[in-house]
C-alpha cells in the first residue's frame, strides 16, 4: 500500500472543540507487524503489569503477550512493555516492526538519548540497542482510546504474578473487539 493511500485509513474518533481526533492507528504495510503495548500501574509506584498484541498488516492477531514486573512506576512498566514487546518480535524473526504505545514519554526516551544518571537509564539502553539491530524500528504514539485491547491484556497481568506469559490464540474476551479493528469501528473519544 502506497503511503499517500495509507494517510486516509485513520479512523475518526471524536470531535474536541470541533477539532476532528484521529485514531492513527492504521494497520501495517504488508511486511510490517505492529506491536502495541501498553502498561499499567496501579497507585504509581504499585503493583505494575504490561501487555502487548503483535498484529500483521491485515490486523490479524499473531501473538499477545502481559506479564507484571513487581512495584514500580508508570514509566518504567510502559518502557518495559516497549522492552518486552520488541524482544518478542525480534525472537519471531520479524524485521520491520512498528512499536506503539500510548506513553508519549516511553516512546521519546525509547528514541532519543537520556542523561547517564536517568533512574532508567538501563531500561532505555536495552530498548535502545535492540532498535539498533538489523531491523526497522519505529516508535509511534497512539491515543489511550486506541490502546485498550492491550490496556485489558496489561491489567489481565495484574491477575497473576508470571514474570512474562505468551498467548499463541486470542483470549475470546478479546476477539470481539480485534474484529471491530479489523472493520474499522472506532470508539468515541471521552
Known amino acids: 500500500m502506497r503511503m499517500e493511500d495509507r494517510k486516509h485509513r485513520g479512523r475518526v474518533l471524536g470531535t474536541i472543540n470541533q477539532t476532528n481526533v484521529r485514531d492513527y492507528l492504521d494497520p501495517p ?9 501498553d502498561g499499567s500501574s496501579f497507585n504509581n509506584p504499585g503493583r ?5 498484541i503483535l498484529r500483521d498488516s491485515n490486523e490479524n492477531w499473531l501473538l499477545g503477550f502481559s506479564g507484571f514486573i513487581g512495584i514500580s512506576t508508570s514509566l518504567c512498566v510502559e518502557l518495559q ?3 518486552n514487546g520488541l524482544k518478542i518480535a525480534q525472537a519471531e524473526g520479524f524485521r520491520n516492526i512498528i512499536i506503539e504505545s ?9 528514541c532519543h538519548e537520556t ?8 531500561l ?5 540497542h535492540l532498535h539498533q539491530w538489523d531491523c526497522n524500528v519505529s516508535f509511534q504514539h497512539t491515543l489511550r482510546e486506541g490502546n485498550e485491547r492491550v490496556d485489558w491484556l496489561a491489567k489481565t497481568g495484574a491477575s497473576s504474578n508470571d514474570t512474562l506469559k505468551i498467548l499463541n ?3 475470546p474476551r478479546l476477539s470481539l473487539a480485534l474484529l471491530v479493528d479489523v472493520v474499522g469501528v472506532a470508539p468515541p473519544r471521552v
Do not use: E, M, W
Open 169 to 171: 490464540s486470542c483470549p
Open 81 to 83: 512493555a516497549i522492552l
Open 124 to 128: 532505555i539502553q536495552q530498548i535502545r
Open 48 to 52: 505494575s503489569d504490561f501487555g502487548g
Open 102 to 110: 500510548d506513553s508519549t514519554l516511553a516512546d521519546n526516551f525509547s
Open 29 to 37: 504495510l504488508d511486511d510490517t507487524i505492529k506491536v502495541d503495548v
Open 115 to 122: 542523561s547517564q544518571f536517568h533512574p532508567y537509564t538501563t
